[in-house]
């Protein structure tokens, strides 16, 4: 069974910096395609990025390309997402999710196999 917990969340001020961690245990994270997923009170929850196993594959929402970055360190069974220049409208709870599908990098939530418990992220002035 392969557990996720994630980190890193907290509040800044717009146009700061945060990187959320996603970390894994039970089972060797390489095996598996990560996505990052948002869900903001009042909404649904909506796919950020994701990354294949092997980091040959990555996929951004529009409205964080060019802000965020995903990575993955496989060595370490830990996942990433850096988030900059961040705005109001990124305040959500953030989750990992890791997918068996390892070669197909997806913001759609459905296909996930496990998911971590999510990280606040709140950005305000």
């Known amino acids: 069974q392969l557990q996720l917990v994630e980190s890193g969340g907290g509040l800044v001020q717009p146009g700061g910096s945060l990187r959320l961690s996603c970390a894994a245990s039970?089972?060797?994270?390489?095996?598996?395609?990560i996505g990052w997923f948002r869900q903001a009170p009042g909404k649904g929850r909506e796919g950020v990025s994701a990354i294949s196993s092997h980091r040959g594959s990555m996929d951004y929402a529009d409205s964080v390309k060019g802000r965020f970055t995903i990575s993955r360190d496989n060595a370490k069974n830990t996942a990433y997402l850096q988030m900059n220049n961040l705005k109001p409208e990124d305040t959500a709870v953030y989750f990992c999710a890791a997918d068996k599908n390892w070669w197909n990098p997806s913001l759609s939530e459905t296909g996930y196999d496990y998911w971590g418990q999510g990280t606040q992220v709140t950005v305000s002035s």
């Open positions: 039970g089972l060797a994270l390489a095996h598996y395609a």
